[in-house]
């Protein structure tokens, strides 16, 4: 190897071990190349703990029985609402935070996020009331057997009556990122996710003094793990040498703030909101073609959520490097930002792209022997990575709209390309035209598609650089 090598790999793993020390926290100066690697590492590594944890979890809970595993996907149903708020005040967190990191007022920065921790708690407790009174009536509302809601209730109860811990480790993590520690984030989800793939054989299966808890055990796993999370995060907030660092005098509700950090949200709450709803409208018209097309449909999405890991990271990335640029009053750094991540992100999904289109067979073979499975699944990978280096652009431009605290526009843009163009259009080749399943994979292809190329459009306007939060 030449010394020239030799030095690039060396010079990558200082880089590599800045970014996840979380060495670097000002990125409205210097490389901007530099600045996406060292906010994208931590980010990417941080939703890879988050995969893992949730095949953990039902790897465990499908040992007990069929009923646990229908009492997760009918729980985690639920909690897709508290996913959607704790998302949408992520959104507003980052976007804040960062701002009044570029401008570099700390004060302010804190303010922000003292508010976002109080309207979390504030949500979560009206949240945990329901789940601790109406465990079961919640799982009969969502069609759950009689047999099921009586093994699986206390699942439902302990993870609802816990939601804060969720509610808190999303938005203090969103906190963080904005703020460019991003390396805290990912250490603070490695600790609770962690910790719940150690404690959840221990509750669900008994050890020693304490009892086998069956699916309630895996609740009890994951909200303790999650608790310990946030207790770690609150310490390094209070006492910490993060950039964002409470005293008690921080400690007062601050009406203009919380408004503000309202408004922003709420955008992102109606992004999720809209994006879920129309998934779940294309897992029906799948079923409708049986449980082998439906199997490898499913199968295709979890290998997809896979690869998309390092772009979310990469969009997250820029959402933290347009909010601190815009603080630092540089729209036009903020601006090429913006085009270097999504140059990185589409290279980066232009490989997995091609990987995908050959050897998809072989990829869903590992899952499955079933060959009507095989072949729509891969068929489902084929498609959708046709328009893979358009998602690229579509999640880093959308997320950058999100980080400039302009979470109308995206709102606008997923209605339209999900609900006024995906979902017609998936119907009406799946079943009126009877192109089948096909019909659905192209669908989706093209309405991602559709977004990235009105995303870039607003982008290019540059309203989003006069948005003030």
Do not use: H
């Not at 970014?19 to 530099?34: L, M, N």
């Not at 996406?36 to 980010?43: A, E, G, Q, R, T």
């Not at 772009?311 to 909010?323: P, Q």
């Not at 899952?367 to 959708?384: H, R, T, W």
């Amino acid at each position: 190897m030449s010394t020239n090598n030799q030095n690039i790999i060396i010079k990558f793993f200082l880089l590599f071990k800045d970014a996840i020390t979380g060495k670097q926290q000002d990125y409205t100066t210097g490389s901007i190349r530099k600045a996406v690697f060292m906010l994208s590492i931590p980010m990417i590594l941080e939703m890879l703990m988050e995969s893992i944890f949730a095949l953990v979890d039902i790897i465990f809970v499908s040992r007990v029985s069929v009923n646990a595993v229908a009492t997760v996907g009918l729980t985690e149903s639920v909690l897709t609402l508290v996913y959607a708020v704790a998302i949408g005040l992520s959104m507003g967190a980052t976007a804040i935070v960062a701002r009044r990191t570029g401008e570099k007022d700390r004060e302010g920065a804190n303010q922000a996020a003292v508010q976002v921790i109080f309207l979390g708690v504030f949500i979560a407790m009206l949240i945990s009331i329901v789940g601790i009174l109406f465990p079961k009536e919640i799982l009969s509302l969502m069609g759950g057997s009689e047999d099921l809601i009586e093994e699986g209730y206390g699942y439902t109860q302990v993870l609802l009556g816990g939601n804060m811990t969720v509610m808190l480790l999303f938005l203090i993590n969103a906190i963080f990122r904005g703020a460019g520690n991003a390396s805290i984030a990912m250490w603070t989800l490695i600790l609770s996710n962690g910790l719940n793939i150690i404690l959840d054989p221990i509750f669900i299966f008994g050890l020693g003094p304490i009892p086998a808890y069956g699916v309630e055990g895996a609740a009890i796993a994951t909200t303790t793990g999650r608790g310990i999370a946030v207790v770690a995060q609150l310490i390094i907030l209070f006492r910490g040498n993060s950039y964002i660092k409470i005293a008690f005098k921080d400690l007062v509700i601050r009406t203009k703030v919380m408004l503000n950090l309202i408004k922003i949200s709420l955008g992102g709450i109606g992004q999720f909101l809209i994006g879920t709803s129309s998934w779940v409208v294309l897992m029906l018209i799948m079923a409708t073609f049986g449980s082998e097309v439906l199997a490898g449909y499913t199968i295709a999405i979890r290998i997809m959520m896979f690869t998309l890991m390092p772009a979310w990271g990469m969009s997250n990335a820029a959402a933290t490097l347009v909010g601190q640029n815009l603080g630092a009053k540089q729209p036009e750094r903020a601006e090429t930002s913006v085009w270097k991540t999504g140059k990185y992100c589409a290279i980066f999904m232009g490989i997995v792209s091609l990987i995908y289109i050959f050897f998809a067979t072989t990829f869903l073979s590992w899952f499955s022997n079933e060959p009507d499975v095989v072949k729509y699944g891969a068929l489902c990978l084929q498609i959708m990575a046709l328009g893979y280096i358009a998602y690229a652009y579509g999640m880093v431009v959308i997320n950058s709209f999100n980080g400039a605290g302009d979470t109308k526009t995206p709102t606008y843009i997923n209605f339209v390309c999900f609900w006024l163009f995906q979902l017609p259009f998936a119907y009406l080749m799946a079943i009126v035209l009877g192109y089948g399943p096909v019909g659905v994979f192209w669908a989706i292809t093209l309405a991602e598609v559709s977004i990235a190329i009105i995303g870039i459009w607003y982008f290019r306007k540059g309203k989003w650089k006069t948005v003030e939060v």
